[in-house]
């Protein structure tokens, strides 16, 4: 039995959330989140997202003649290397530690781009406070929540996070964000967040 | 003044009044960029005049020591006369697209891309 009122839905999307086509280009890479601790775990973040980077650059080739592909390759090896690290250190640290769900990034090539898709468990009680914020991030002008959330961690001492990662991707790297929420278990509850970035190459 | 680890090194040159940052920075969040934080206070607290950031070597750097560089931005800001400049590299595409955020924090920032 939940201790809250609310209904929810067996699943709930948020803005740019789409089921992906079938891929034929794809990496998935899953973490057991009580398997060792976090502090331990953390390097793997890095070590995954600048995996995924490089391993990807194989087919954004760059050619040494021509330093616009070289720069473009660059560019794109740059921003997955970030967007994947930012997206597996939120996964890592709003992981339900109640739950042994694990953690999983995806990363699937497009004609057109690339999509990343992270999911993983997420305490109940802190679900209406995620969404909530994810209708803020929605609605906003991302230049002025971003440069608001600075100022706001600059004058909150005790500010346990910074809330920027999922600014900078939609400020500066223009990526489109979305958000799926299902409920994957009843008793005890588990609900599992898929936080999917589209970003264009 | 350094911080050295595997990862990534910051040194102040005093005689510059320069911190400089190398590698990548991947700290998980305010509580364990909190030794950077305090060098860059007493650095700000030491300078009177003009302090540079050099960013050229540092390859990585996520969201939360963005937000720990712009605090840091925005407590300088404070101080009358203390005049901030940062240099990064073009080449390294975060700088490109992130830097450019922190002179929006402070508008008489001098940011120089190489």
Same mark, same amino acid.
């Given at each position: 039995m939940t201790t809250d009122n609310r209904l929810i839905k067996m699943i709930q999307t948020f803005g740019n959330f789409i089921e992906p086509t079938p891929s034929q280009e794809y990496l998935i890479i899953g973490f057991s989140p009580s398997s060792i601790p976090l502090k331990q775990r953390w390097r793997n973040n890095g070590l995954s997202a600048d995996f995924l980077a490089d391993y990807l650059t194989t087919f954004y080739p760059g050619n040494q003649d021509d330093s616009s592909a070289?720069?473009?390759?660059?560019?794109?090896?740059?921003?997955?290397?970030?967007?994947?690290n930012e997206l597996l250190e939120n996964?890592?640290?709003f992981n339900d530690e109640n739950s042994h769900y694990p953690i999983d990034i995806k990363l699937q090539l497009e004609k057109d781009g690339l999509i990343f898709s992270v999911a993983n468990s997420i305490s109940p009680p802190s679900v209406d406070k995620f969404q909530t914020y994810?209708?803020?991030?929605?609605?906003? %002008?991302? @230049?002025?929540?971003?440069?608001?959330?600075? /100022?706001?961690?600059?004058? +909150?001492?005790?500010?346990?996070?910074?809330?920027?990662?999922?600014?900078?991707?939609?400020? %500066?790297? @223009?990526?489109?964000?979305?958000?799926?929420? /299902?409920?994957?278990?009843? +008793?005890?509850?588990?609900?599992?967040?898929?936080?999917?970035?589209?970003?264009?190459? | 003044?350094?911080?050295?680890?595997?990862?990534?090194?910051?040194?102040?040159?005093?005689?510059?009044?320069?911190?400089s940052f190398s590698g990548s920075l991947r700290l998980s969040g305010p509580e364990e960029y909190q030794p950077i934080a305090q060098l860059l206070a007493d650095v700000a607290d030491g300078e009177t005049r003009k302090i540079t950031l050099n960013l050229q070597q540092l390859e990585f750097l996520n969201s939360s020591g963005i937000s720990m560089l712009s605090k840091f931005i925005i407590e300088v800001r404070k101080k009358v006369g203390v005049q901030i400049s940062v240099q990064g590299s073009q080449s390294i595409a975060w700088q490109a697209k992130s830097l450019k955020n922190l002179q929006r924090l402070m508008p008489a920032l001098i940011l120089e891309l190489v």
């Amino acid at each position: 039995m939940t201790t809250d009122n609310r209904l929810i839905k067996m699943i709930q999307t948020f803005g740019n959330f789409i089921e992906p086509t079938p891929s034929q280009e794809y990496l998935i890479i899953g973490f057991s989140p009580s398997s060792i601790p976090l502090k331990q775990r953390w390097r793997n973040n890095g070590l995954s997202a600048d995996f995924l980077a490089d391993y990807l650059t194989t087919f954004y080739p760059g050619n040494q003649d021509d330093s616009s592909a070289l720069t473009r390759q660059a560019e794109i090896k740059s921003a997955v290397s970030y967007i994947a690290n930012e997206l597996l250190e939120n996964a890592m640290k709003f992981n339900d530690e109640n739950s042994h769900y694990p953690i999983d990034i995806k990363l699937q090539l497009e004609k057109d781009g690339l999509i990343f898709s992270v999911a993983n468990s997420i305490s109940p009680p802190s679900v209406d406070k995620f969404q909530t914020y994810i209708q803020k991030l929605l609605a906003c %002008d991302p @230049s002025e929540m971003y440069i608001d959330q600075l /100022e706001k961690n600059a004058a +909150d001492d005790n500010c346990s996070g910074s809330g920027l990662g999922l600014l900078t991707m939609l400020n %500066d790297y @223009s990526a489109k964000m979305g958000w799926k929420f /299902e409920i994957v278990q009843k +008793d005890p509850e588990v609900i599992a967040v898929t936080t999917m970035v589209q970003l264009t190459v | 003044m350094e911080i050295k680890t595997e990862q990534y090194r910051i040194c102040y040159d005093r005689e510059t009044a320069t911190v400089s940052f190398s590698g990548s920075l991947r700290l998980s969040g305010p509580e364990e960029y909190q030794p950077i934080a305090q060098l860059l206070a007493d650095v700000a607290d030491g300078e009177t005049r003009k302090i540079t950031l050099n960013l050229q070597q540092l390859e990585f750097l996520n969201s939360s020591g963005i937000s720990m560089l712009s605090k840091f931005i925005i407590e300088v800001r404070k101080k009358v006369g203390v005049q901030i400049s940062v240099q990064g590299s073009q080449s390294i595409a975060w700088q490109a697209k992130s830097l450019k955020n922190l002179q929006r924090l402070m508008p008489a920032l001098i940011l120089e891309l190489v």
